[in-house]
Nanobody, 125 residues
């Protein structure tokens, strides 16, 4: 069992930055690939970014490529999402997820076994 707790969300103006954190506890963090997903009201949950167990491989949704950066610190059991040049369309609840079944991240939310409760990000125009 893995517990995930996100933090760092909030209200920011367009063009601003936020850094989300996801702290994990319960099992060896480095055994999990990690992903960030987001869900806006009345929309499906979308993949944002993913990172492999080692941190050597990352991937991004096209909509955030070049603006967002995912990273992890296995010594601190934490994965981060640095979000720059934020846009109103980035407004959503952001959740981190852990995947034990593979060393690789996945863009499919069904591939993840554990989820955090989410943190709200609101970008004003």
């Amino acid at each position: 069992q893995v517990q995930l707790v996100e933090s760092g969300g909030g209200l920011v103006q367009a063009g601003g930055s936020l850094r989300l954190s996801c702290a994990a506890s319960g099992r060896t963090f480095s055994n999990y690939a990690m992903g960030w997903f987001r869900q806006a009201p009345e929309k499906e949950r979308d993949f944002v970014a993913g990172i492999s167990r080692s941190g050597d491989n990352t991937g991004y949704a096209e909509s955030v490529q070049g603006r967002f950066t995912i990273s992890r610190d296995n010594a601190k059991n934490t994965v981060y999402l640095q979000m720059n040049s934020l846009k109103p369309d980035d407004t959503a609840v952001y959740s981190c997820a852990a995947r034990f079944s593979s060393s690789w991240y996945s863009k499919d939310p069904r591939s993840y076994e554990y989820w955090g409760q989410g943190t709200q990000v609101t970008v004003s125009s």
